[in-house]
């Protein structure tokens, strides 16, 4: 027996991939510019990318848009306002649509964000990752303390108000004074909005292969992420994410999307989709081609496809749980049957057995993680790989 699927809300992701320099902790798809970046053909690309993807999300309404990398923030913001224009004459765009951009602070130039503000975007996230200077040099980052904090001021002139700090924990040589220190200088500035990822050892890195000096141990790390959990919920940020912090209404609506199994068309290199069909009760993930150069000469054709790949209804549950089991709100029954077309009976012996383990909260209508299970999160979903 099947229930339903009904297509919940719709996003657009839009990855940018350049930077000034790449990162040695990043494994995002992100390429370091070699000479002057071909702005216009890319945006030419993204806009024939969803001319393609269209017949996929016919009628319905966009909810979020988020341009990430990469660093966006390398785009002139013209060349944003074209793409928003192209976007919004094919779809209808919600009311109130948050429209995100992320930004590296050592990109900022003074009067960029009057123009990212004219062409629609209505809220940035800023690749802080420290605020001390002898953190960000071991990070290889472009910036400094002073940059980050200064084109933050930037964007508050510019009248943006609704804006994300990406802060990094854990780091080489860093201890808890000083994480608490660099969460200091990042609440007083006063964000809408916190992400505070402990930095982990991504394969296929430079720290990967060759781990910087002087990273902190486990302990150390949970230790400096329930210090700074306190003083973020102090400074009245509710954590609403294993990593995601905001004040009163100011969650990031286009993470939210992902975390509650929403639908998103994925444009630019590398990107990935995933959409609800109503009619066809199917669940599509889309990806592109990962090089730039490849989906600049392919966008807009079959050949820009890296996959499509129907997601069967057995392996739903396990995806459903990888996203809502990171939100401290949980889910409600009701909305994983109609997201995954499965059943609710289908999980209930394996909600009882996280029930049984104390990592789950389950009523006849709602589940809900504890704070064990938050901190295991992953030993969770697992359990739901063979549900
Ligand atoms: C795709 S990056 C985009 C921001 C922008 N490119 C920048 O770095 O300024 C998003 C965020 O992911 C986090 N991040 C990237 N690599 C990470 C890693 N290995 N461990 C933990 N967090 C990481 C950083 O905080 C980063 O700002
Ligand atoms: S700037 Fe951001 S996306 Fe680019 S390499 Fe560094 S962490 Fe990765």
């Given at each position: 027996?099947?229930?339903?699927?009904?297509?919940?809300?719709?996003?657009l992701y839009?990855?940018?991939?350049?930077?000034?320099?790449?990162?040695?902790?990043?494994?995002?798809?992100?390429?370091?510019?070699?000479?002057?970046?071909?702005?216009?053909?890319?945006?030419?690309?993204?806009?024939?990318?969803?001319?393609?993807?269209?017949?996929?999300?016919?009628?319905?309404?966009?909810?979020?848009?988020?341009?990430?990398?990469?660093?966006?923030?390398?785009?002139?913001?013209?060349?944003?306002?074209?793409?928003?224009q192209?976007?919004?004459?094919?779809?209808?765009?919600?009311?109130?649509?948050?429209?995100?951009?992320?930004?590296?602070?050592g990109?900022?130039?003074?009067?960029?964000f009057?123009?990212?503000?004219?062409?629609?975007?209505?809220?940035?996230?800023?690749?802080?990752?420290?605020?001390?200077?002898?953190?960000?040099?071991?990070?290889?980052?472009?910036?400094?303390?002073?940059?980050?904090?200064?084109?933050?001021?930037?964007?508050?002139?510019?009248?943006?108000?609704?804006?994300?700090?990406?802060?990094?924990?854990?780091?080489?040589?860093?201890?808890?004074?000083?994480?608490?220190?660099?969460?200091?200088?990042?609440?007083?500035?006063?964000?809408?909005h916190?992400?505070?990822?402990?930095?982990?050892?991504?394969?296929?890195?430079?720290?990967?292969?060759?781990?910087?000096?002087?990273?902190?141990?486990?302990?150390?790390?949970?230790?400096?992420?329930?210090?700074?959990?306190?003083?973020?919920?102090?400074?009245?940020?509710?954590?609403?994410?294993?990593?995601?912090?905001?004040?009163?209404?100011?969650?990031?609506?286009?993470?939210?999307?992902?975390?509650?199994?929403?639908?998103?068309?994925?444009?630019?290199a590398?990107?990935?989709?995933?959409?609800?069909?109503?009619?066809?009760?199917?669940?599509?993930?889309?990806?592109?081609?990962?090089?730039?150069?490849?989906?600049?000469?392919?966008?807009g054709?079959?050949?820009?496809?890296?996959?499509?790949?129907?997601?069967?209804?057995?392996?739903?549950?396990?995806?459903?749980?990888?996203?809502?089991?990171?939100?401290?709100?949980?889910?409600?029954?009701?909305?994983?049957?109609?997201?995954?077309?499965?059943?609710?009976?289908?999980?209930?012996?394996?909600?009882?057995?996280?029930?049984?383990?104390?990592?789950?909260?389950?009523?006849?209508?709602?589940?809900?993680?504890?704070?064990?299970?938050?901190?295991?999160?992953?030993?969770?979903?697992?359990?739901?790989?063979?549900?």
């Amino acid at each position: 027996m099947s229930v339903a699927l009904i297509p919940p809300p719709l996003s657009l992701y839009v990855h940018l991939p350049w930077c000034v320099r790449k990162c040695p902790y990043c494994d995002f798809n992100s390429h370091e510019a070699k000479g002057p970046l071909p702005f216009d053909e890319y945006v030419d690309a993204l806009i024939r990318d969803l001319d393609q993807d269209l017949p996929l999300v016919w009628g319905r309404s966009v909810h979020s848009v988020f341009f990430g990398g990469g660093t966006p923030s390398l785009f002139p913001a013209d060349q944003i306002d074209r793409f928003l224009q192209a976007a919004s004459a094919r779809l209808r765009f919600a009311p109130g649509c948050e429209i995100t951009l992320e930004t590296n602070p050592g990109t900022a130039e003074h009067g960029r964000f009057d123009g990212y503000r004219a062409a629609g975007v209505n809220r940035l996230s800023f690749g802080i990752q420290s605020f001390d200077d002898g953190c960000l040099k071991r990070l290889g980052r472009i910036h400094d303390s002073a940059q980050a904090q200064a084109a933050v001021k930037l964007a508050q002139d510019a009248g943006l108000d609704n804006l994300n700090l990406d802060l990094m924990y854990a780091l080489p040589g860093q201890d808890l004074d000083m994480a608490l220190a660099d969460l200091e200088r990042a609440l007083a500035l006063q964000p809408a909005h916190i992400s505070h990822y402990q930095l982990t050892l991504e394969p296929n890195t430079v720290f990967f292969a060759r781990p910087p000096q002087g990273l902190p141990d486990q302990d150390a790390a949970w230790d400096i992420q329930e210090a700074c959990q306190a003083r973020l919920a102090q400074a009245g940020y509710g954590h609403y994410e294993v990593s995601a912090y905001a004040k009163p209404g100011r969650q990031c609506a286009h993470n939210l999307g992902y975390w509650r199994y929403g639908d998103y068309l994925g444009l630019g290199a590398g990107a990935h989709g995933k959409i609800t069909s109503g009619g066809e009760q199917t669940i599509l993930r889309r990806w592109k081609v990962k090089h730039p150069t490849r989906y600049l000469a392919s966008a807009g054709t079959a050949a820009s496809i890296g996959g499509d790949e129907l997601i069967a209804p057995q392996r739903r549950p396990f995806e459903y749980m990888l996203n809502l089991l990171r939100l401290r709100e949980g889910f409600a029954l009701r909305d994983f049957q109609v997201r995954t077309g499965v059943p609710a009976a289908h999980i209930a012996p394996t909600l009882e057995q996280a029930a049984e383990r104390g990592w789950l909260q389950v009523t006849d209508r709602q589940v809900t993680p504890t704070a064990l299970g938050l901190r295991f999160a992953n030993d969770v979903m697992e359990l739901f790989l063979d549900a």
